[in-house]
């Protein structure tokens, strides 16, 4: 059986107007994700826009929450790179402040390759560390690699590399390929992305979650990814939130709950949601919370 993984926040990531990160603002956040009942914290995921941020900044975060406090066994590091050896090198940055676990995508450049090209491109990063230095979740999230990681597929790169595999992220929104991945490979902790069948998931012996969501209301996504307990809450803020562009909206949720503007910011291509917009979400999020309190 797999071990619980619990939650883990895919920690949005707060810019300046003038583009640079807001590295005291995230590390709050992170601390306040933590205390408010995430296990662990995930950066550069696809909510953090972690494809956007460079070599430098992700080597200074590392670094930063490594001396705050916020050590390498709460966290999980997201991987962006279609050159082997850059992925070899920002999971090495992260084993150099004791982070093992990483949130391993396929190569993304190249659409719908073959599933031995896919192999042998984890085989190859993975023959660039250390035996046991790395613990692997594979990253599925076709929407936007455009590579698909079938349950068969997940099964050959476990057989490739053995049991630096511990997980799989599940993030295909698709309700019949999560059961099937629970029931094929439910030795390792399956994590799904989409908050709405997570408490479903972990009924069926999922292990927890990686999600967008954990930064607006951890309290409630703990019970979900813990106990398969339904929040009606937390399936009502998905339904809001995605009827605008999804990370620039829960960017702006937490930028209205936190009030700090450094957080409505994201980096090109991604938009920030105009004001108009934002005052009505607000508004629509305000009724949301109301409902919850009542």
């Known amino acids: ?39 662990s914290v995930t950066l550069f995921g696809t909510t953090g826009e972690g494809a956007s941020i460079a070599w430098e900044e992700r080597c200074r975060l590392l670094g930063g929450f490594n001396e705050a406090g916020i050590t390498g066994d709460r966290l999980v590091s997201g991987i962006s790179a279609t050159a082997v050896m850059d992925a070899v090198a920002q999971i090495k940055a992260a084993q150099s402040i004791g982070c093992k676990r990483v949130l391993l995508p396929p190569p993304y450049y190249f659409k719908q390759p073959e599933d031995e090209g896919v192999i042998a491109w984890y085989r190859a990063v993975f023959e660039q560390l250390d035996r046991g230095s790395v613990e692997i979740i594979l990253y599925n999230i076709p929407s936007l690699t455009g590579v698909a990681l079938s349950v068969d597929l997940i099964a050959r790169l476990r057989d490739a590399l053995g049991g630096s595999i511990i997980a799989v992220k599940d993030s295909t929104s698709d309700w019949d390929y ?7 490979h ?24 990686i999600c967008g969501m ?3 209301d951890p309290g409630s996504l703990r019970r979900m990814a813990w106990d398969g307990v339904e929040q009606p809450y937390i399936n009502d803020l998905v339904e809001l939130l995605s009827k605008h562009p999804l990370i620039p909206a829960i960017k702006t949720a937490i930028a209205q709950q936190s009030d700090e503007a450094a957080w409505s910011c994201v980096r090109a291509p991604l938009l920030k949601i105009e004001e108009e917009v934002a005052a009505q979400l607000q508004q629509e999020l305000d009724l949301l919370k109301s409902r919850k309190a009542a």
Not at 10 to 34: K, M, N, V
């Open 186 to 209: 439910n030795d390792i902790s399956i994590l799904v992305g989409e908050e709405r069948h997570l408490a479903a998931a972990v009924r069926k012996g999922g292990a927890g979650a």
């Open 214 to 216: 954990a930064n607006l």
């Open 178 to 184: 999560t059961q099937t991945l629970l029931a094929t």
């Open 1 to 39: 059986m797999n071990e619980r993984f619990g939650l883990s926040v895919a920690l949005a990531t707060p810019f300046q107007p003038s583009g640079e990160i807001a590295d005291a603002a995230l590390l709050a956040h992170a601390r306040t994700c933590l205390e408010g009942g995430c296990d």
